[in-house]
């Protein structure tokens, strides 16, 4: 890399945030920390700000902005608090890149902002694709930004394209550890506990994606979100559950050839691609070695045990606002399983019965993604009520 790329990290202070903030310490010669944001952890927020002082930072819950800004006066670092303040700290000119690492749909709004002021996208929210991926893909295209998928499975894609753009894709295959429950039947779930669920045999997550993962409805919402940035009809994306998370996804060409990426689960090697493309950076990351893996299994998903692996498609394949439903009624059941407000089958039910009763529209605008995430969200909240 020749130059310097400033970086702007939506959420910081979680999982992906972090890891990119690891990345950034190895390459320091090659990335600075034009901006930080997070929503309550306010404490590692200005640890992270003293180490990297970037230009700005912003607090998301608003009563955290004195503790924030007081802490930061000496490093005569800008403070702000508020969502507004993290959608419109996008536009500043000195960032060259923003990664967004923001927990489900409160990444949508700041990445369209970010799109708007021209910033290249680094995307670790792959629930904004699945909210308003046709708006998102249009913004992009409009404002000629490029997106570059963070997530293991669609860095895995787009890894394996490179060099390929100009060949038509036949199919992809998204692969899945399949979770804790892997093999489980409902009867077993039924009695699942959160800290059960927590328990990701892979990959080390934050809470919400960690649930997604045992649920499979994170592999449904990958689903959606690759139709978007890969151009791809639902019935070119195949899931296959490979326990090992070694081969990370797979492209298949017309011709039948296969291309896979293969790799120890690390988030930090997709999280340094996004960041350094076209280059490849020189990392220290534990490497692979075929003789600690001398099996690597394949087996079909569950859809009838896991059933929101098959409500995502469902979703795709009626198209309009229905993903953003999907979307908005599994963050609430999400949260509601981990306040232990529901059981782990429950949340599909939940789900389910959330797209049958909000209003379908066809062609949404952005106003109507918002109403719909709403709506979907009062409406999940409102059965949850009836089952305590």
Same mark, same amino acid.
């Given at each position: 890399?020749?130059?310097?790329?400033?970086?702007?990290?939506?959420?910081?202070?979680?999982?992906?945030?972090?890891?990119?903030?690891?990345?950034?310490?190895?390459?320091?010669?090659?990335?600075?920390?034009?901006?930080?944001?997070?929503?309550?952890?306010?404490?590692?927020?200005?640890?992270?700000?003293?180490?990297?002082?970037?230009?700005?930072?912003?607090?998301?819950?608003?009563?955290?902005?004195?503790?924030?800004?007081?802490?930061?006066?000496?490093?005569?670092?800008?403070?702000?608090?508020?969502?507004?303040?993290?959608?419109?700290?996008?536009?500043?000119?000195?960032?060259?890149?923003?990664?967004?690492?923001?927990?489900?749909?409160?990444?949508?709004?700041?990445?369209?902002?970010?799109?708007?002021?021209?910033?290249?996208?680094?995307?670790?929210?792959?629930?904004?694709?699945?909210?308003?991926?046709?708006?998102?893909?249009?913004?992009?295209?409009?404002?000629?930004?490029?997106?570059?998928?963070?997530?293991?499975?669609?860095?895995?894609?787009?890894?394996?394209?490179?060099?390929?753009?100009?060949?038509?894709?036949?199919?992809?295959?998204?692969?899945?550890?399949?979770?804790?429950?892997?093999?489980?039947?409902?009867?077993?779930?039924?009695?699942?506990?959160?800290?059960?669920?927590?328990?990701?045999?892979?990959?080390?997550?934050?809470?919400?994606?960690?649930?997604?993962?045992?649920?499979?409805?994170?592999?449904?919402?990958?689903?959606? *979100?690759?139709?978007? #940035?890969? &151009?791809?009809?639902?019935?070119?994306? /195949?899931? !296959?559950?490979? =326990?090992?998370?070694?081969?990370?996804?797979?492209?298949?060409?017309?011709?039948?050839?296969?291309?896979?990426?293969?790799?120890?689960?690390?988030?930090?090697?997709?999280?340094?691609?996004?960041?350094?493309?076209?280059?490849?950076?020189?990392?220290?990351?534990?490497?692979?070695?075929?003789?600690?893996?001398?099996?690597?299994?394949?087996?079909?998903?569950?859809?009838?045990?896991?059933?929101?692996?098959?409500?995502?498609?469902?979703?795709?394949?009626?198209?309009?606002?229905?993903?953003?439903?999907?979307?908005?009624?599994?963050?609430?059941?999400?949260?509601?399983?981990?306040?232990?407000?529901?059981?782990?089958? *429950?949340?599909?039910? #939940?789900? &389910?019965?959330?797209?049958?009763?909000? /209003?379908? !529209?066809?062609? =949404?605008?952005?106003?109507?993604?918002?109403?719909?995430?709403?709506?979907?969200?009062?409406?999940?909240?409102?059965?949850?009520?009836?089952?305590?």
């Amino acid at each position: 890399m020749t130059e310097q790329k400033r970086v702007a990290i939506l959420g910081s202070t979680g999982s992906i945030g972090t890891q990119t903030l690891e990345v950034i310490r190895q390459h320091s010669s090659d990335f600075q920390v034009e901006v930080l944001t997070a929503q309550n952890n306010a404490g590692l927020l200005i640890q992270q700000a003293l180490e990297f002082n970037p230009n700005a930072v912003v607090i998301g819950n608003e009563a955290h902005y004195a503790q924030v800004r007081d802490a930061l006066i000496p490093k005569d670092i800008k403070v702000f608090a508020g969502q507004k303040a993290i959608a419109q700290v996008m536009e500043m000119e000195t960032i060259d890149v923003v990664l967004t690492a923001l927990v489900g749909y409160s990444g949508l709004i700041p990445t369209i902002h970010a799109i708007k002021a021209g910033k290249q996208i680094a995307l670790a929210n792959k629930e904004t694709m699945v909210v308003a991926g046709e708006i998102i893909t249009a913004l992009a295209k409009e404002y000629r930004v490029n997106i570059y998928p963070v997530d293991s499975e669609h860095s895995a894609i787009f890894q394996c394209l490179v060099g390929e753009f100009h060949n038509p894709i036949e199919k992809i295959i998204l692969t899945a550890s399949g979770g804790p429950f892997r093999g489980k039947d409902r009867t077993f779930l039924e009695t699942v506990t959160k800290a059960q669920a927590l328990k990701h045999p892979n990959w080390e997550m934050g809470a919400k994606i960690t649930i997604d993962s045992a649920s499979l409805m994170n592999k449904g919402l990958e689903v959606i *979100e690759a139709k978007w #940035l890969f &151009g791809l009809r639902t019935d070119q994306i /195949e899931v !296959i559950v490979h =326990p090992q998370s070694i081969i990370h996804s797979l492209v298949q060409f017309e011709d039948g050839s296969l291309k896979a990426q293969l790799g120890l689960p690390d988030m930090r090697i997709p999280i340094q691609f996004a960041l350094s493309f076209p280059d490849r950076l020189k990392s220290d990351f534990e490497r692979f070695d075929f003789m600690n893996y001398p099996q690597l299994t394949f087996e079909k998903p569950d859809i009838e045990t896991f059933q929101n692996l098959q409500l995502a498609y469902d979703a795709l394949a009626k198209g309009g606002n229905a993903p953003c439903i999907l979307n908005a009624a599994n963050e609430v059941a999400v949260d509601a399983f981990l306040k232990e407000e529901v059981g782990f089958l *429950e949340m599909s039910d #939940l789900i &389910g019965e959330t797209l049958s009763k909000t /209003e379908f !529209i066809l062609q =949404p605008n952005l106003d109507d993604y918002v109403e719909t995430d709403r709506r979907a969200r009062e409406i999940t909240e409102q059965l949850i009520k009836r089952k305590v």
